[in-house]
C-alpha cells in the first residue's frame, strides 16, 4: 500500500517561514516526480511547485515564486518546501503528490497522494 506523509505545517506569523517534507512508504519516492499543491476553505486545490525525480527541473506557481523552494533528499527519499515570507493568503491544507510520468501542476495528473498538513499564517 502506498502511503505519502506531509509534516512541517503549523501556525506563523506573516513573514514568518516553514519547512513542509514529504516521505512515502510502498513507492520508491527517488524514482517519481513530486509536486505540492494546497487547498484553502471553499477554495479548489493548486498547484503550488513540482519537482523532477533528478531535481533538475522545477517549477512554481506565480503567487509562491521568489518566496518557496522546493528541493529533494534522494537519497533520504523527502521532497521540501521551504516556505518563506508567508502570507496569510498562503493559509490552506498542503499535499505531496507524486506521479512516475507526469511533471505539472495538475491535480489529475498525479496517481499518489498525502493526507495533508494545515498550513495557517495569521497574526
Known amino acids: 500500500q502506498v502511503q505519502l506523509v506531509e509534516s512541517g505545517g503549523g501556525l506563523v506569523q506573516p513573514g514568518g517561514s516553514l519547512r513542509l517534507a514529504c516521505t512515502a512508504s510502498?513507492?520508491?519516492?527517488?524514482?517519481?516526480?513530486v509536486a505540492w499543491f494546497r487547498q484553502a476553505p471553499g477554495k479548489e486545490r493548486e498547484g503550488v511547485s513540482y519537482?523532477?525525480?533528478?531535481?533538475?527541473?522545477?517549477e512554481y506557481a506565480e503567487s509562491v515564486k521568489g518566496r518557496f523552494t522546493i528541493s529533494r533528499d534522494n537519497a533520504k527519499k523527502m521532497v521540501y518546501l521551504q516556505m518563506n515570507s508567508l502570507k496569510p493568503e498562503d493559509t490552506a491544507v498542503y499535499f505531496c503528490?507524486?506521479?512516475?510520468?507526469?511533471?505539472?501542476?495538475?491535480?489529475?495528473?498525479?496517481?499518489?497522494w498525502g493526507q495533508g498538513t494545515q498550513v495557517t499564517v495569521s497574526s
Open positions: 503528490a507524486a506521479d512516475w510520468r507526469n511533471l505539472d501542476l495538475l491535480v489529475d495528473h498525479y496517481m499518489y
Open positions: 510502498g513507492i520508491a519516492l527517488d524514482y517519481y516526480n
Open positions: 519537482i523532477g525525480r533528478s531535481d533538475a527541473i522545477t
